[in-house]
């Protein structure tokens, strides 16, 4: 019986924790850029998001109807210089013709899969280009095979350069976490028994950390499966720049990221931030305390009393 007692403790906590995932791992809230809706020109500014999201649909119970939401596969770089706006799209949707793709799978009763309507995904071809000088469109182009043609590896090195970038000023932060004031989260979701040993047990933790650099850019990074990879990396700037009401960050947004390639850049940023990484811990031995030194202040701040014979 206390064994049989054990076994369904084990199991509630099991289901207590797989769930816990679903509190830890909140909505963030943005927007999918729209470069029509930025709220000033004249400053030069780079912005990147990658979007990988499993859901993009909001059920309304009552109707049983889906209300399309937001592109759940979508890279976005825009380059605003000199007042021109130059926006380069990987897994680019139309948002009136996803609608229209809705409704005539509607209107002939055709299921489709998750209910997932935006039928471009990002595949490392851009595939859609609009420069734009004050507001007046200089160019347009959908087609996938003249836009990575001619503005693939431009968009590839500039996107990974910039994400570098921001993984190195968060780096840096980690190094100096005090100055930084770095704050880490670490909650367990999942916890295993091997009910043939109990000594063998597996945990998965939630972890997420934030920091905030000299220049008030806020970085943000989040494993929230606890697989050990990061997926979620996003840098911000409370300065008045944006795209719209609760826009998100407007720097840099990577959520749910699959990528190999962005993966060798952010993948070990949530992990780096709760156990260290390489640099600290190198500093950390050199600058060390050698045995003596210990030894010597052991004797200086704890003498000996000293009794007259």
């Not at 119970?61 to 990987?90: M, P, Q």
Request: with cysteine; hydrophobic share 35%; proline share 2%.
């Amino acid at each position: 019986m206390k064994k049989y007692k054990s076994g369904v403790i084990v199991v509630l906590l099991i289901l207590l924790f797989s769930s816990a995932s679903d509190l830890f791992s909140k909505e963030k809230e943005y927007s999918i850029m729209d470069p029509d809706k930025i709220s000033r020109y004249n400053e030069d500014r780079i912005v990147f998001q990658r979007i990988e999201k499993s859901k993009d649909v909001i059920k309304d119970d009552f109707i049983e109807n889906y209300v399309i939401t937001k592109d759940n596969s979508v890279e976005n770089l825009f380059i605003l210089k000199d007042r021109k706006i130059h926006f380069i799209v990987d897994g680019h949707d139309s948002v009136s013709e996803v609608q229209n793709f809705k409704f005539i799978q509607d209107s002939v009763n055709k299921y489709v899969a998750n209910n997932d309507f935006w039928v471009n995904k990002i595949n490392g071809k851009p595939d859609y280009i609009r420069v734009i000088y004050r507001r007046s469109d200089l160019m347009m182009n959908s087609n996938e095979e003249f836009v990575t043609t001619n503005f693939g590896p431009f968009y590839k090195t500039v996107r990974d350069k910039f994400i570098k970038l921001h993984v190195d000023k968060f780096r840096q932060l980690l190094r100096n976490r005090s100055e930084s004031k770095l704050t880490i989260k670490k909650s367990l979701l999942s916890y295993r028994v091997n009910p043939e040993n109990s000594t063998d047990i597996k945990q998965k933790f939630f972890m997420s950390a934030k920091a905030k650099a000299n220049d008030g850019t806020v970085y943000y990074c989040e494993d929230a499966d606890g697989d050990g990879i990061t997926e979620t990396f996003t840098a911000t700037r409370d300065d008045g720049f944006d795209w719209g009401f609760e826009s998100g960050p407007n720097l840099l947004v990577i959520l749910g990221n699959t990528d190999k390639d962005i993966e060798t850049f952010i993948g070990k940023l949530a992990n780096e931030s709760a156990n260290g990484t390489v640099e600290e811990e190198k500093k950390m031995f050199e600058q060390f305390p050698a045995e003596k030194d210990v030894l010597n202040l052991m004797d200086q701040i704890t003498p000996l009393d000293k009794f007259y014979e």
